[in-house]
């Protein structure tokens, strides 16, 4: 096990699994479940490259890091089912569109700004 440090102050027990294969979760204790799980490439001790996080609570993110920063391509979904597509950068959510659980569009970010369409019933 290691010791992973994210610079948002996050940190993570580390347990490598298979094939470069990584779990990340946040465990106090071993008989506790890490709340989050990474599985992807990992460099310098953090998620690098492609992957996905997975949290306990349903919510994940499947797309591209850099020095465990959430960078370029990728998709969040939150346990609800809503979800954000588009670009990150420096971990913040940068261009794309957010959608609700029925899949309607409800918002949408340009350079890191979230623009939130309120739209009446019909």
Do not use: E, R
């Given at each position: 096990m290691r010791l992973l440090c994210l610079r948002n102050g996050e940190f993570y027990i580390i347990t490598v699994v298979d094939c470069g294969k990584t779990k990340v979760g946040s465990e106090k204790e071993s008989d506790n479940p890490p709340d989050k799980f990474w599985e992807g490439e990992i460099d310098n001790k953090?998620?690098?490259g492609f992957g996905t996080y997975t949290h306990r609570n349903g919510s994940n993110y499947v797309g591209q890091y850099v020095d465990g920063l959430r960078e370029g391509k990728g998709t969040?979904?939150?346990?609800?089912?809503?979800k954000?597509?588009?670009?990150?950068?420096?971990g913040r959510r940068w261009k794309?569109?957010?959608f609700d659980e029925e899949g309607k569009e409800i918002g949408e970010y340009v350079n890191g700004e979230e623009e939130i369409y309120?739209?009446?019933p019909s």
């Open positions: 953090l998620p690098n969040w979904t939150l346990y609800d089912g809503s954000f597509v588009g670009i990150w950068k420096d794309g569109k957010s309120f739209k009446l």
